[in-house]
């Protein structure tokens, strides 16, 4: 029992430090990802902790179990809205990207290593593929809001691209192992069964856990057990039918996500610590396999690696793979950029030292050691670079909390809290007329919380500042009503900065438009709603951020509906033009 006992309290410990490290997170400018790693080495037998853990079967468990919790949690947040403008791009990117990438990197990490040709294109095919547990953290909490083209991409992406990464690792452990056994229909059959039998799992296991959680009476911490052990089941069941597992668990987590059901807000809640749980652990656990002594002799070879990965492999083969989708070039910087490596090229490392390829003590410190680059530069630089690209778009005011209380088996209500900002719309008001002016009778107030203490709804009460309002509203208008609550002057000029001086209506006809304001449209574009016009013009999905040049003048994407139709446009004219006709 002792040995035990000192088991959970060295694992209890090691989280517990990588939770108290995450506080310093955001002050250093660090990815969270990277302290977990760090907590790791300096508790491994090269750092003060001293403690030699070298078990790599029970580092892959954990690795391959952290990451379908990943996943999974990924799936459910992933909205099937930003299929409409990423799936093609991020298929060919999980597909071609992953290949195109391992191809170019291969041929350099065999020159520079002086290699066999298939163990240096091996170690291209472990770091040739971006992470999906370091992707989703970073992007959804960097501070920043991504223009939605670039983050469905890379986000899809990270969640889909696992399966070619897998395969070309397991067939070129095969060729280098068993050369006179392997075989191109081999090959492509694995593939085929891969990324088939994962789709096909995925999307049925998904269906039937969502059925369940909707017509299942639980205790609400079972819902989210339900999800985890359904999630679980799928990809420990799609790995046995040699089909992709990761897949498998990310298309199950999306259906899940988008069937809202009495348990789904309960669902994420909980699934949100236990993917921070899986993350945490996972990179504890890498950190703490790795030797930093032996990493370091290869640093110099990872470090050229590393730069040939992000500035020449990974940028071509996102060119080549994007280019037919009319992404900016400004775009296709950043998604060439954020390639970020993390567990799973480490947990795709270890696969070569657990079967006995020769060398592959190499592969895994070469592997980690990019690894560890990839996170400090890349990781660190993910919202600097996504203002320097101007890939960004303005926050836009927001509730501070969203529930929902269901009352039905169909039917929720949206709880929506806001905080009353000095000088905003809102203070000094009454709340129903607030309310009245958000929606009218859609909208009620059901609370007040003033100094963190519940506050009498009087006739006469008035928002002061820092107050919490709950308000039950349809959550579609939950925008237009933060615009209340928030105090307006840098609002306003971002807004203008970025969309323009003027909101103009997308139904109107161009020819309308260019006449009112002097501009100049094509013959065939003059009969043309705006947002058909601007659609045509941009040759792809429209996305909040999109521009359309007239002349001097711009024309912006401000607000898409959840159907993807263009609901506003921002009209930017040229300095000192003002609404002077050329």
């Known amino acids: 029992m002792t040995g035990i006992n000192a088991l959970f309290l060295l694992a209890g410990l090691l989280l517990f430090i990588s939770v108290l490290a995450s506080t310093i997170s955001a002050r250093l400018g660090l990815p969270l990802l990277l302290l977990f790693l760090a907590v790791g080495m300096l508790a491994g037998q090269d750092g003060p902790g001293g403690i030699v853990f070298n078990d790599y079967f029970i580092a892959t468990l954990i690795g391959q179990l952290a990451l379908a919790v990943i996943l999974l949690d990924g799936g459910l947040r992933t909205r099937v809205s930003s299929f409409r403008v990423a799936l093609k791009p991020a298929a060919v990117l999980a597909t071609w990207g992953v290949i195109g990438t391992a191809g170019l990197l291969g041929i350099f990490a065999t020159w520079l290593l002086d290699v066999d040709w298939r163990l240096g294109m091996l170690l291209a095919a472990i770091v040739g593929s971006t992470d999906a547990a370091a992707v989703f953290a970073l992007l959804r909490n960097s501070g920043v809001r991504l223009n939605e083209r670039v983050q469905a991409t890379l986000e899809i992406e990270s969640g889909a691209n696992d399966p070619m990464a897998i395969l070309l690792v397991t067939a070129l452990v095969e060729l280098l192992l068993n050369p006179e056994q392997g075989s191109v229909g081999g090959i492509a059959w694995m593939l085929v069964s891969q990324l088939g039998l994962g789709g096909l799992i995925g999307i049925v296991g998904g269906w039937i856990l969502s059925r369940l959680m909707g017509k299942l009476n639980l205790a609400e911490g079972l819902y989210a057990l339900l999800i985890l052990s359904g999630g679980l089941l799928i990809f420990a069941a799609t790995n046995l039918m040699n089909g992709s597992g990761f897949l498998a668990v990310y298309l199950a987590g999306i259906v899940v996500g988008n069937r809202r059901s009495h348990a789904t807000e309960h669902v994420l809640r909980v699934m949100d610590g236990l993917a921070w749980l899986a993350q945490a652990g996972m990179f504890v656990v890498l950190g703490l396999l790795v030797n930093p002594t032996n990493m ?21 083969a996102v060119l080549i793979g994007l280019w037919p989708f009319h992404y900016k070039r400004n775009e ?62 303005p926050r836009r005011p927001e509730p501070v909390d969203v529930r929902e209380v269901w009352v039905g088996s169909r039917a929720a209500l949206d709880l929506l809290e806001y905080r009353v900002e000095a000088g905003s719309h809102a203070e000094g008001r009454r709340p129903d007329e607030v309310a009245a002016e958000a929606g009218g009778s859609s909208v ?50 971002a807004d203008a900065s970025f969309f323009g001086e003027f909101v103009v209506d997308p139904s109107a006809l161009a020819g309308e438009l260019a006449m009112a304001y002097g501009l100049t449209v094509r013959d065939e574009e003059s009969g043309l709603r705006l947002h058909d016009m601007m659609r045509r013009r941009l040759n792809r999905p429209a ?36 609404l002077k006709r050329e």
């Open 296 to 316: 370091i002799e290869y640093i110099w070879e990872a470090l050229a690696m590393a730069v040939f990965l992000t500035l020449v492999a990974r940028p071509i």
């Open 332 to 393: 296709l910087a950043y998604v060439s950029w954020v390639g970020l490596r993390g567990a799973v090229p480490v947990t795709l490392a270890i696969f070569p030292v657990m079967m006995g390829v020769p060398d592959a003590q190499l592969l895994f410190n070469v592997a980690f050691a990019v690894v560890l680059l990839s996170l400090t530069v890349q990781g660190a630089t993910v919202p600097i670079a996504a203002r320097w690209l101007k890939v960004e778009v």
């Open 444 to 493: 009620r107030c059901v609370a007040l919380v003033r100094r963190g203490k519940l506050h009498g709804l009087e006739l006469e009460t008035r928002l002061m500042g820092n107050d919490s309002l709950w308000l039950v509203a349809p959550n579609e208008l939950a925008g237009e009503i933060a615009r209340l609550f928030s105090s307006s002057g840098d609002e306003l000029s």
């Open 543 to 578: 996305v909040v951020g999109d521009r359309v040049e007239l002349g001097a003048f711009v024309l912006t994407v401000r607000e898409m509906s959840a159907s993807g139709v263009i609901s506003a446009v921002g009209l930017k004219c040229p300095p000192l033009a003002g």
